[in-house]
């Protein structure tokens, strides 16, 4: 037979165990419990992530979305077959609240507006873009552009600004 203080202390276990986290904490679970998601494209070409990690991060509420500020490392895609994407930057973006997780990663507008104008880009005509590795600073970026012309590979390096409220290739940094 178990101890009034022993049946005391297992029921205080339990009541801490079914304690209801703060929106921000359990943001900051969803988030490192996040390794891939699909950003949709305005032109059709989802953004697939195949990593996604999230580091030094900050979450405010903002009624019943939470608005987060943080470091996001992620690899992936443009499309089925589109260019590899490799992603590094300071990124403010929304999570919503959803059934399956709890909390789900709306978007991450600096990454998918600086993919949106890099497809955009002028370029060679007769190049395939391979990949991108794009850092995201807070009003700039750079994307190294790896692609394929006439049979052999180029790289350069586009620098751009943000534009309002998207992103656009500027000439130099």
Known sequence: MRSCADRGALALAALLACSAA???????EALARTGAAELPAADGAPLALSRLR???????MDG???????????DGAVGADGPAVAY?????????????????LADLPALRGVVAAL????????????????RVERDAATAGEDYELGGRAV???RHLRRDGGGWRVVASP
């Open 119 to 134: 497809r955009e880009a002028p370029r060679d005509p007769g190049a395939r873009v391979v990949a991108w590795q794009v």
């Open 155 to 157: 790289r350069t390096v």
């Open 64 to 74: 019943p979305r939470a608005l987060v500020l943080a470091v996001v490392e992620a």
């Open 22 to 28: 703060s929106p921000e904490t359990e943001v900051r």
């Open 88 to 104: 590094v930057g300071r990124e403010a973006f929304a999570m919503e609240r959803c059934r399956v997780r709890r909390w789900c």
């Open 54 to 60: 999230f580091g030094d991060v900050v979450v405010s």
